[in-house]
């Protein structure tokens, strides 16, 4: 009884700073902003993008906005949020693409979580290109490995810092897809920008991927400024939505 009444006197002291303008919104987002942390003598990284007003969006120059409505009133915190699929942090399914496969509810909740969980290769990709056929050829994947995240210009460039969506991004162009379907064992691709591929080969490079006989998933939106190239292990788990694609939560773990 005395915890539960110590929890009431915490929310309403949070509500009456939020309305008395000592606490905001971004204050406590800030405040838990991802940070890699020891735990159980492994370092968890979470490579989520934070959801927030004004946060980049595909072809937008204003950003995202009103992504989330905070509720006021009696002794609690309440909220909604309005969000695209394709927002922050994110995993397309074959219907993103092949619209057809929604009658057949190949939508993202009926992803094969293997595929989203376990062993990852992250992998830097050169400066001033795009991930062509050759650059495929250069980091020489290893037969195998079925996950890959690739560290572009993208992170360097702090193209989410920005408002403004930027069309001049590192992504994969169709031969570079379709060298990764042939030359590799890959049914993971993880990206730091908001498509896996170049804007102008959108199209062309995710049907590369979701259409392939072994189904490539592509995750977008990647958080990895604090990532060197290595192995980890990744745990990627969208929200269970019926629908093309789903926002989700990604960490690494080494």
């Keep these: 009884m005395k915890m539960i009444f110590s929890c009431w006197i915490n929310i309403i002291a949070i509500v009456a700073a939020a309305r008395n303008g000592f606490l905001t919104i971004p204050a406590v987002a800030a405040a838990a902003a991802p940070i890699p942390a020891d735990f159980d003598d492994r370092i968890i990284i979470d490579i989520s993008r934070t959801m927030r007003n004004g946060m980049a969006t595909f072809g937008s120059v204003t950003g995202a906005r009103n992504l989330t409505t905070e509720i ?68 020489k994947i290893p037969r195998g490995v079925k996950r890959v ?63 392939a006989s072994r189904g490539i998933i592509p995750v977008e939106n990647l958080k990895l400024d604090e990532v060197e190239p290595g192995r980890y292990t990744v745990y990627c788990l969208p929200l269970r939505v019926l629908a093309e694609a789903g926002p989700a939560r990604c960490i690494l773990v080494k």
């Design 72 to 139: 006021f009133g009696g002794p609690y915190m309440d909220g909604i949020l309005n969000i695209g699929t394709h927002y922050g942090t994110h995993v397309d399914s074959p219907s993103h693409i092949f619209p057809e496969q929604l009658l057949h509810h190949v939508t993202v909740d009926s992803l094969n979580l293997s595929t989203l969980v376990g062993p990852v290769l992250v992998v830097q990709t050169p400066n001033g290109v795009n991930i062509t056929g050759h650059v495929i050829d250069s980091l």
């Design 149 to 211: 995240i690739f560290k572009t210009q993208n992170t360097y460039r702090k193209l989410m810092d920005q408002q403004k969506f930027e069309g001049n991004f590192t992504g994969f162009t169709v031969g570079g897809a379709q060298r990764l379907v042939h030359k590799t064992d890959v049914t993971f691709v993880g990206i730091d920008y908001m498509s896996v591929a170049v804007e102008d080969q959108i199209v062309g490079v995710h049907k590369i991927f979701l259409g």
